[in-house]
RNA sequence: UGGGGCGUAGCCAAGCGGUAAGGCACGGGACUUUGGAUCCUGGAUUCGUAGGUUCGAAUCCUACCGCCCCAGCCA
């Protein structure tokens, strides 16, 4: 039977398929996201880690957490920790399969040291500037080094004395013999190993000499059983060496090593209107531009989900997207189709008026107030309906107003009528101003005949917009977010810095905003769609300061809005 | 002027020798007590360009053009 058939194909499955046809890893599928801890996740990373998340679970494989931390200098526990509630919380499992690369250092010490036997790598105490003028350039081949004949007893002393400490950070590396002459500059003895006196988030003082990533990744994935190793595009290049040491591990460590990975690379996500590089979002960070690695602005996981930005949403756009070997740069709208798609059969319908404009009801009773019932989510039953309260003040949104009207403007204005959502329809009477001129107040009559439901005005409005009492309105902090950058691709055709594309009005912040009661009884973290505004997200790191905050996570298609262009 | 990749509609992206899927965006229409949602509907004679092979090419071959990545003891 084929394999979850609604899944678009891509040329990752593609090849899977053909492997498991060719009885490839006795029929395994096994995955694996690999972060360093030295960062945030992003939703390029989500991509990564949905695509090998869904690719294991499609083909009935396994999928396994590991930290890559080679590097003890950039990594910390923090982003460990932050890590792994980004991939909880994006709904991935890797049940006790979480891995850290340092965990098996000792056999990573002791694969080293079957190479230098075998005479495929050497201790090299060429300084960096000397290790990268003897690699050559681009177009010219490296030479070799002086230490590249070292006797193999030499080696396995200098080796590990490296280990024992006894030499400075920089002095000496463990280097693999290859190919100095290589097209692939990678292929030019890599370096293995390096001397680091630094204390590891794991390890502690345990070790002063550190994996490359080039040594240990492929190494780990054959120790690890991953069969595919998906990776992104710039590691083409590394794919030879990848090989190499896998080979290299199959033939001196099969006591350990326990299939052929594979590397498969794919590109990146990238995404219009904002930035992806780790040292583009810490600066915006660190210089202030946002308030933290979950800024609702910011693309991380953290800021997705502080946005409101359920998982669900990331993981279809992510199935629609696909998977390519091409450089691409997806449509922010594109996003938000699917945000608002998984939304809008979740979220209950709420009203809050955003920019609010008084409207008295002249021939309403003064202290006359009537419930009225509203459904919580039109065309589905089940979700109930909900009673809220009218009366004789109410709020509307102000450009549900218009003085001078163009035409097609179905809404509110002088001597025109409208519909209040769920109650009656009201004709606007008088427009009151203050001293400047600005318009501060309507004077509306009501149709008593027309009450939602039960209307035998025979009145036809094209135009329904949404209110709140005022005498019942529950006042709320609405935050309005929107893309974070001017400018399609900010890292793009600038002379200048990112920085200069930032969107001024990235983030809006409403206080005292008239709202249905409702919404400040609600659970933080509740989703709710504000008639007619768009889906908004109760903050729960707000809520737990005693504040009512909602996020605005996407406005809602406004084709009036579209049209005025 | 080394090596590795990529070029299918405005943006993603299927397609793997048999006559261009799908999604987003966009346009038209229907419906609508969210100008929301939903539902129809339109768009590549053409797959970077030019040749070639073939009854037949986006798919195979050749050449060219354009774009991206690589010279960390980062990952």
Not at 87 to 98: S, T
Not at 319 to 339: K, N, P, Q, Y
Not at 528 to 544: M, N
Request: some cysteine.
């Amino acid at each position: 039977m084929a394999y979850e058939p609604e899944r678009d194909s891509n040329f990752i499955r593609t090849i899977i398929e053909k492997d498991l046809e060719e009885g490839k890893n006795g029929g395994r599928v096994h995955t694996r996201f690999p972060p360093e801890p030295n960062g945030y996740l992003h939703i390029g990373h989500a991509k990564a880690i949905l695509l090998n998340y869904s690719i294991a679970q499609d083909y009935k494989g396994k999928f396994n957490l590991r930290f890559d931390d080679t590097n003890p200098i950039k990594e910390e526990q923090e982003f460990v920790d932050s890590i792994i509630d980004d991939l909880h919380w994006l709904g991935v499992d890797w049940e006790d399969r979480l891995f850290f690369t340092s965990d098996s250092f000792e056999l990573k010490y002791e694969f080293a040291r079957r190479l230098i036997k075998a005479g495929r790598a050497y201790v090299c105490d060429l300084s960096p500037e000397e290790i990268r003028e003897y690699r050559g350039t681009l177009t010219e081949p490296g030479t070799e080094s002086p230490y590249r004949n070292r006797s193999v007893d030499e080696n396995l002393e200098l080796f590990e004395r490296m280990r024992q400490g006894e030499f400075p950070d920089g002095s000496r590396v463990l280097r693999a013999k290859i190919d100095m002459a290589s097209g692939n500059l990678n292929m030019r003895d890599p370096v293995l190993y390096r001397i680091l006196h630094a204390k590891h988030h794991r390890t502690g003082d345990k070790w002063c000499i550190y994996p490359m990533y080039d040594f240990d990744h492929p190494f780990t994935d054959a120790l690890e059983g991953i069969t595919h190793s998906l990776c992104s595009i710039e590691y083409s290049d590394h794919r030879p060496l990848y090989d190499w040491v896998v080979e290299n591990a199959l033939e001196l460590m099969p006591e350990v090593i326990k299939c052929r990975s594979r590397q498969i690379e794919f590109a990146r996500f990238n995404m219009t209107y904002t930035v992806m590089s780790k040292r583009k979002l810490r600066c915006l960070v660190e210089e202030g531009h946002v308030s933290g690695w979950d800024d609702p602005r910011m693309p991380t996981i953290a800021g997705l989900r502080r946005r409101g930005v359920t998982p669900a949403a990331i993981a279809s756009f992510m199935e629609e997207v696909g998977v390519a070997r091409a450089e691409s740069t997806v449509d922010l709208a594109m996003f938000e189709h699917f945000i608002r798609q998984d939304l809008e059969d979740k979220a209950l319908r709420m009203m809050a008026v955003l920019h609010p404009l008084k409207v008295v009801i002249t021939n309403w009773p003064e202290e006359k107030i009537e419930l009225v019932e509203l459904e919580n989510m039109p065309g589905d039953e089940g979700a109930g309906t909900r009673q809220v309260p009218f009366g004789r003040e109410l709020y509307i949104e102000q450009e549900d107003f218009m003085e001078e009207p163009p035409k097609k403007f179905y809404r509110l204005a002088p001597g025109r009528e409208v519909r209040l959502k769920g109650a009656y329809i009201i004709r606007c009477e008088e427009v009151i101003k203050d001293a400047e001129g600005n318009i501060t107040e309507l004077r509306c009559t009501y149709d008593p005949q027309s009450k939602s439901g039960q209307d035998t005005s025979g009145k036809k409005v094209r135009g329904v917009i949404h209110w709140v009492s005022a005498r019942h309105a529950a006042r709320i902090t609405v935050r309005l977010y929107d893309k974070l950058f001017i400018k399609e691709n900010p890292e793009d055709e600038g002379e200048g810095d990112f920085i200069d594309y930032l969107n001024p009005e990235s983030l809006v912040v409403l206080e005292d905003v008239p709202a249905e009661p409702a919404l400040a009884e609600a659970a933080p973290g509740s989703r709710f769609q504000f008639l007619r505004k768009g889906f908004f997200y109760l903050d729960p790191v707000a809520a737990r300061e005693g504040r009512i905050v909602y996020n605005r996570i996407v406005s809602l298609k406004d084709s009036w809005a579209k049209m005025k262009k």
